[in-house]
């Protein structure tokens, strides 16, 4: 297993749409693998393909407490069927755009269509963190970013200090 690279605001990879996965092959699941890697290392509790540069609709998650049984989730090709009614929100963070932190506001729960790494159609409803994170992730699979859900006025700033940050570094 390997950790990879983050991709970082502003770079525009993290505007692209990402395309299915065909089959869950060797090279498939060793991305997966290769994103629960980064994710512990960074350590975030979600990665999508796209923050490591590779534009395919793959999500890994896991929201379990430290100190507890690690419980490392995969999830290729997620589409959201069902969301409630009901909001919660979650003070959000992304590993795309480090040490920034903002509310969301988003349903409460989700029921979720992926497969799994055996190549099998599964279902899933999630509440809480799981429901906010998996719907954090499959936003980064159609290019949207978790500052796309707060105010103008907030995201500009947030954009306009990592666009000097990068150039700051070249
Ligand atoms: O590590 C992460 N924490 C987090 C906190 C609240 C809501 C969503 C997240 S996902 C984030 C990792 C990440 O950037 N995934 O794309
Ligand atoms: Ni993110």
Known sequence: MTIKPLIILPDPVLRQVSSPVERIDADSLRLA??????????????????????????????????GEEKKPLVF?????????????????????????????????????????????QQEMTADGLLATCLQHEIDHLNGTLFIDHISRLKREMVIRKFTKAAKARI
Not at 34 to 63: C, F, K, N, S
Not at 79 to 89: C, G, N, V
């Open 33 to 66: 693998d290769d994103m629960l890697e980064t994710m512990y290392d960074a350590p975030g509790i979600g990665l999508a393909a796209i923050q490591i540069g590779v534009p395919r609709r793959l999500v890994v998650i896991d929201v379990s407490k430290e």
């Open 76 to 120: 290729f090709n997620p589409e959201i069927l069902t969301a409630t009614e009901a909001r919660s929100t979650y003070e959000e963070g992304c590993l795309s755009i480090p040490d920034y932190y903002a509310e969301v506001e988003r349903p409460a729960g989700i029921t979720v269509r992926y497969v799994d790494r055996d190549g099998k």
